[in-house]
């Protein structure tokens, strides 16, 4: 994580410099959580500080989290213990998150995204039914999402948890970046598009409550979590304190 101060864990988190770089690597953001392997899904997740995650809660929105670090995972403590932060104001509270759970992958079976494209309101992208459980699987998806960076700033300015509105927004994101960024690397322009029909696939199954909500652990007294979460905001946040001398 870069030392560079913000009021908030949303200003800090939009456009960062490393963004540019990591929207012409989009591909990797897609293949993180496609690995067979649920290790490597772990460490794909948890790898960069400055990631952003989307996870679906118990009321089929969409919320976020960010800062995932494993806490374990090396040679000396091999048992995985992975901790996130949720809030995107000045404060945040740090998790320790059920690692298993968040990348375990499952079949889902979503209408053809050319109908979901087609439609122009979140009741419409609503609306379309669902498939049946004898339908054929249409792709395989993890209960977070990790988003490009172009994708993540969308979502981040979308002042919206509703996955099916958050669908509009990211078609509205992808042509534009097509057009703006892509010009005629067709290499470019398929790997963005793949990346947004995986997260209109996995929004879509957030709102019809098919995407299991992330299991938090609770540990009140964990003082490496505490540590995590004291780093996170040292590094992020920036100290605003009155005349007095107390934090406003």
């Not at 009021?7 to 690597?25: H, I, L, T």
Request: proline share 6%; net charge negative.
């Amino acid at each position: 994580m870069i030392a560079r101060p913000a009021a908030s864990f949303k200003a800090f988190y939009v456009r960062q410099p490393e963004d540019d770089d990591g929207n012409k690597n989009t591909k990797a953001f897609t293949d993180a959580l496609d690995d067979t392997d649920e290790e490597r899904r772990v460490k794909n997740v948890t790898e960069d500080l400055n990631a952003v995650l989307f996870a679906a809660d118990a009321e089929g929105k969409i919320q976020i989290l960010h800062s995932p670090a494993n806490l374990g995972g090396t040679r000396t403590r091999p048992k995985n213990k992975v901790a996130a932060l949720v809030g995107l104001g000045p404060q945040a509270t740090v998790e320790k998150l059920d690692e298993k759970h968040a990348v375990k992958l499952i079949d889902l079976r979503c209408p053809n995204l050319n109908l979901v494209d087609a439609e122009a309101t979140a009741e419409g992208i609503k609306s379309i039914p669902i498939p049946d459980n004898t339908a054929v699987v249409t792709c395989e998806a993890a209960n977070v999402f990790l988003p490009a960076p172009w994708l993540k700033n969308t979502i981040l300015n979308s002042n919206t948890d509703c996955p099916f509105e958050l669908i509009l927004s990211a078609c509205q994101a992808k042509n534009e970046f097509i057009q703006d960024h892509c010009g005629g690397d067709q290499h470019l322009q398929d790997e963005i598009k793949a990346h947004y029909d995986g997260f209109v696939s996995w929004a879509w199954a957030v709102g019809h409550e098919m995407i299991e909500p992330l299991r938090f652990l609770v540990r009140p007294d964990d003082v490496e979590l505490k540590a995590h979460h004291l780093k996170v905001h040292t590094l992020t946040i920036l100290l605003l304190v009155t005349a007095g001398g107390v934090p406003a």
